[in-house]
Structure formats: C-alpha cells, structure tokens
C-alpha cells in the first residue's frame, strides 16, 4: 500500500510540479474527500502544504464577532466539490483560509465532465478537479512565478489522464 500512495506521490509530482507550474499538488477519493497523495515527495513537504489535521479557528460572525469553529479540510473539500461554497468557517486546505471563487459542476473536456473549483486568497490559489471518483487539487503562488492559468491547465490534463484509465 504505503508503495502505490509513494508511486501516487510521483505521479501527481509529475504532472502538477513539472516546470514550477504548481508548488504541490493532492489526490483525494470522492468517496471521503481525505487526502491520500501529496507532492513534493521530499520529506514529504506536500503534506505540509495541502493537508492539516482538524483544527479550531476563530470565524467571523455576521455581528463582527468571533466565535471558534473546528475546522474539517475534508468537509471543505466535499462541501467545494459537491455543492461550490464552503461550510460554515470557511474553506481552508492546508491550514490556509481560501474564498472559492469558481464553479463549474459540469465542465467539459473533450466527451468528459468534471466538476471544477477555484479558490483564491492573497497571491495563492488552488485548482480543484473531481472525476468523479477522485479529486485533484493543484496549488500555485504567484510568488513563486506560478499562474492560475497554468495551474488549471495541468490539472484539468491530469483529470482528463485519470478519467481516462478509468479514475
């Protein structure tokens, strides 16, 4: 098992961190929306960027105050993929809080439909594909020279290679 998440690993490393087009990239199933994969694969830096353990945060409330939340990154995720908004807290990957500013639950691909996310905060964003049995995220940082466009580009490309060997 611990051999096919490390061959995962790379592969996802292959298609999203080639070329400095995203900084880390994941694969989820749709089945729990919990992160299986991430990449870089050295020291396991991914797991660090696209993945924390639930946390409690302090959310803003509609009266301006604030109020503790405890914070799923798998919720956010199906929440993202399912249904285009966040739970109540927000949507966070990562231990970053992101605002989603694109869905697409049918977007097409060549005879394909997938259902599209984008998410963005300050110089950062995440593209999010599900193929309706696994979902990819792909992170970019504007500061590390890396683009939306291109981020979605790869990612959109990697959706199309899993749906077509049958993910």
């Known amino acids: 098992m611990a051999e096919e998440e490390t061959s995962w690993d790379k592969t996802i490393e292959e298609w999203l961190l ?3 087009v995203c900084y880390a990239g994941a694969l989820a199933q749709v089945a729990d929306f919990a992160f299986y994969a991430a990449a870089p694969v050295e020291a396991e830096a991914g797991w660090g960027f696209v993945y924390k353990e639930d946390h409690e945060e302090e959310v ?4 301006m105050s604030t109020k503790k939340k405890t914070i799923s990154e798998a ?5 993202a993929v399912t ?3 966040a739970p109540e807290g927000g949507f966070w990957l990562g231990g970053l809080k ?3 500013t694109q869905y697409e639950p049918e977007f ?3 005879d394909n439909k ?3 996310v984008i998410a963005a905060r300050p110089k950062k964003g995440v593209h999010i594909v599900s193929t309706g049995s696994q979902v990819i995220a792909g992170f970019f940082d504007e500061e590390k020279g890396q683009t939306s466009g291109n981020c979605r580009k790869v990612v959109t490309a990697f959706a199309e290679y899993l749906k077509g060997i049958g993910y």
């Open 18 to 20: 080639a070329d400095n």
């Open 60 to 63: 803003l409330q509609d009266d």
């Open 75 to 79: 919720l956010c995720l199906s929440e």
């Open 83 to 85: 249904k285009g908004k």
């Open 98 to 100: 992101y605002q989603i």
């Open 108 to 110: 097409e691909i060549g």
């Open 114 to 116: 997938f259902v599209c």
